[in-house]
């Protein structure tokens, strides 16, 4: 009798999960995939849609069922794992295992845009095309997400003001010589960069640490990620941000036939939530449904990244390279040639999901 594998989630991790399991054991398992969105998010090229520019949209159903894996559209209301089985509105699916990649959303604040999913980039990009010339623009959080979202904003659009607040160090993440390169970048695309805290925000700008007020039409929210209370809801075990807690297969620990993977797992390692941990983590739970099913022992994770991407507009960029434990190297590569190969790592992340090969990466890159 086939085993039934649900995914729950089709962002990298799930349909790295579902479609290498699917393509390797073929008959001997039926998979469904359950994602609240009827289409693939890239969600790596949000900040680009956000300021207009388009991104291909991939019908999840049309490219799973041609892989024989059934979709279900819908958002997961229950989840009862101590029962194998879960709710999508009023439809039941059991299930044999589970792959719970739900993935996460972009931390909001009031009076807010976001670059987190495709509806919330949407609002933004629609938001941003209303603002006219000298229309301010403030950017808060100076994470990747922050950074990125900042260079493309004043790249496309240089009529507006663009500001960029972050409270730390510009790239504290970052090589001396990246820092660099990313505030070289940031001066010559005008942006305005505040490294100080946001405390409040309001429909007219932010209100900073230092009391200063930064008056402004859009304000853009990029400061993390939360992940759904779903696992913490069904009483599996989660960590204090809700991800949930795996051993070093990607087995939950409180619930045997459930596997986690991507954004919503605490990873082991303390890997960070990234598109490029995601696909590895995704395989790596593929890899061992394949083992459990065909009776074969699971083996345990074991990657980490070799560089941070980070986009720095279209014509810019810089590649990051890092240490096992995650601490940055001394070189960077960057400007034309580190965008090319942001752009070469983006496509292959997003071909990987949708075409999961045969092979796990050793240690993969993070984007």
């Known amino acids: 009798m086939a085993q039934r594998i649900v995914v729950v989630g089709a962002g990298y991790a799930g349909l790295s999960a579902a479609g290498?399991?699917?393509?390797?054991?073929?008959?001997?398992?039926?998979?469904?995939?359950?994602?609240?969105?009827?289409?693939?998010?890239?969600?790596?090229?949000?900040?680009?849609?956000?300021v207009g520019k388009a991104s291909k949209q991939v019908d999840l159903r049309a490219m799973l069922e041609k892989r024989g894996i059934s979709f279900v559209l819908g958002a997961v209301t229950a989840l009862e794992p101590d029962s194998r089985r879960l709710l999508v509105g009023t439809r039941e699916l059991d299930y044999d295992f589970l792959v719970y990649a739900a993935g996460s959303t972009g931390v909001a604040n009031e009076h807010t845009l976001t670059v987190s999913g495709a509806h919330d980039t949407e609002v933004t990009r629609a938001?941003?095309?209303?603002?006219?010339?000298?229309?301010?623009?403030?950017?808060?959080?100076?994470?990747?997400?922050g950074i990125e979202v900042a260079t493309e904003l004043a790249e496309a659009r240089r009529d507006l003001v663009v500001r960029l607040v972050t409270g730390e160090e510009l790239g504290a993440w970052l090589s001396p010589r990246g820092r660099d390169h990313v505030r070289a970048v940031l001066g010559r695309l005008g942006v305005e960069v505040h490294e100080t805290k946001a405390v409040e925000t309001d429909p007219g700008g932010v209100t900073l640490a230092t009391g200063a007020h930064l008056p402004g039409e859009a304000t853009i929210w990029s400061t993390g990620f939360t992940v759904p209370t779903l696992a913490r809801d069904a009483g599996l075990a989660v960590d204090n941000q809700g991800r949930v807690l795996v051993d070093d297969t990607l087995r939950s620990q409180s619930h045997d036939t459930v596997c986690a993977a991507g954004d919503a797992t605490a990873l082991p390692g303390n890997l960070r939530m990234a598109c490029a941990t995601a696909l590895p983590s995704g395989r790596h739970v593929a890899a061992n449904l394949i083992a459990r099913v065909t009776d074969r022992t699971p083996g345990a994770l074991d990657f980490s990244s070799v560089a941070q991407c980070l986009s720095l507009g279209r014509r810019d960029a810089l590649l990051q390279p890092l240490n096992p434990d995650d601490t940055p190297r001394p070189q960077a590569l960057t400007g034309r040639t580190a965008a090319l190969a942001k752009e070469s790592i983006v496509r292959a992340a997003a071909l990987a999901a949708r075409h999961p090969g045969p092979l796990l990466p050793g240690r993969p890159l993070r984007t």
Do not use: D, I, M
Not at 25 to 46: A, D, H, I, M, Q
Not at 130 to 136: K, V
């Open 20 to 50: 290498r399991v699917a393509r390797t054991l073929g008959r001997r398992v039926e998979v469904t995939v359950v994602n609240p969105s009827p289409l693939f998010v890239e969600r790596v090229r949000l900040h680009q849609v956000a």
């Open 127 to 145: 938001r941003l095309a209303e603002l006219t010339n000298g229309a301010r623009v403030t950017v808060v959080g100076g994470g990747a997400t």
